[in-house]
Every structure is written in C-alpha cells, then in structure tokens.
C-alpha cells in the first residue's frame, strides 16, 4: 500500500495479544499528538489524541501514554484483531495551525 | 455525514506537464491541509488554508501551490511536474483552525510521473 516505506519498522502479534507501537517525537515545544492508522490504498485515520497537559488518555481498546520528559509516545491496543493490521503514525503540532508532523510510522502485522 | 473528497483517486502524467488535484472537506470544516506521502520522506505537510487564505506552508518549492475557495473546497496546484512529484497527496480537513483538534483525510490522490 501506499503507506508502506521501505524502511518501515514493523511489529508482529498474535492475534489476541496486546501490542505496543512507540514514537519518538522531536519537539518538546509540541503539545498536542495524534495516533493514526493507516491501511493499503487509504488515507490516515485517526485513532486517538492526546494533549500535553495529560500524560494518559484512554479510547476504546486503545491507550495513548506521553511522556514529554524523554519526547515518546506509546499507542497500546489490547485484544488485537486482525483488522488492526496497518501502518500506524503518530503526529505532532507545536503551532497554533494544522500543520502536524509525522513520524516515519510502524507496521503492525497480526497474525492469526 | 461524508467525509473528506479527494478526486481524482488516481493520475497518471508525464514530465513537465502540470497538475491539479482536489478537495472538499467535511462539512462545516474551513480548515484544510495538504500533504505529500512517499515511501521515503513519509507524510510531509505542504500547506494549510483556512478562509481561503494559505497560513502557513511546507519546504516545498513554489512549483506547488494551492487555493482555497469560498465553499472551503480546495485545489493544489504542482507545475512543471518531476519524476520525483510522484506521491500520494492527502488531503486532511479540520473544523478547528488552531490545531487541537482532529484532522480528518481523505482517501489520497496516487499521482505518478513518467
């Protein structure tokens, strides 16, 4: 699909299993983040987001966790299924615009 | 609600030629911005127009450009088209201009130059 890169890392579960997908992000005047997911053939579609002033938000079956003191981000999805199977990105924003950055992204494979 | 429009899904052009590409937003979202993704530089933003004026733009070189009409639909230009222009563009809608909030994309346009 169109998100994959050659270099891309990616991250293999079994189904089932809870996975953890990192981001190291590279502003630390950044204060607010969003995860996307992104599957072959479809644009970014947004999973979750979480503002600066928390370090923990919580959505269905999936958790965001900031930690600004070292720039990371975690996604956490729990009881993975294997259409959750895609390419996942975490974005930053920094100004007062729409302008986000993204990192590189981690492709996550379930296996069934 | 329909969600973000991009069109044509698909290009196919040859160097030289220009381009453009289109998007309408959600409904009610004034914010839109472009971006390019390649498998080697990622999703790179390209520029933002709220109210039809562009607020802010990428390190990208001025053969790319955009508008924004009255209706928040918006266009992206890209003259004078190279072998490495050859991208998926997205385009993301906001209802908030600030930045705080979610940004919704479309399904992309895949142009490929040859």
């Known amino acids: 699909g169109e998100s994959v890169g050659l270099h891309l890392p990616t991250l293999s579960v079994q189904e089932g299993d809870n996975s953890i997908i990192n981001c190291a992000y590279s502003?630390?005047?950044?204060?607010?983040f969003i995860w996307y997911k992104q599957e072959s053939g479809k644009g970014p579609q947004f999973i979750i987001d979480?503002?600066?002033?928390?370090d923990k938000r919580q959505g269905q079956r999936v958790t965001v966790l900031l930690n600004k003191t070292v720039k990371h981000l975690s996604l956490q999805i729990a009881a993975t299924q294997p259409g959750d199977s895609a390419v996942y990105f975490c974005?930053?924003?920094?100004?007062?615009?729409?302008?986000?950055?993204f990192g590189s992204g981690t492709k996550l494979n379930v296996k069934p | 609600k329909a969600g973000v429009t991009q069109t044509p899904r698909y290009l196919i052009k040859t160097r030289g030629q220009q381009v453009t590409l289109s998007c309408s937003p959600i409904?009610?979202?004034?914010?839109v911005s472009w971006y390019q993704q390649t498998p080697g530089q990622g999703l790179q933003f390209l520029f933002e127009?709220?109210?039809?004026?562009?607020?802010n733009k990428g390190n990208f070189p001025g053969r790319f450009s955009g508008r924004q009409f009255s209706n928040s639909r918006s266009e992206m230009n890209v003259s004078t088209l190279e072998l490495g222009d050859s991208a998926l563009y997205l385009c993301?809608?906001?209802?908030?201009?600030?930045?705080?909030?979610?940004?919704?994309f479309g399904q992309g346009t895949r142009l490929t130059v040859v």
């Open positions: 974005a930053e924003n920094k100004d007062n615009f729409n302008k986000f950055y």
């Open positions: 127009y709220f109210s039809e004026t562009q607020r």
């Open positions: 993301a809608s906001s209802l908030d201009p600030g930045g705080r909030t979610e940004a919704f």
């Open positions: 409904s009610g979202h004034r914010s």
């Open positions: 979480i503002r600066s002033n928390m």
């Open positions: 502003n630390s005047a950044s204060d607010y």
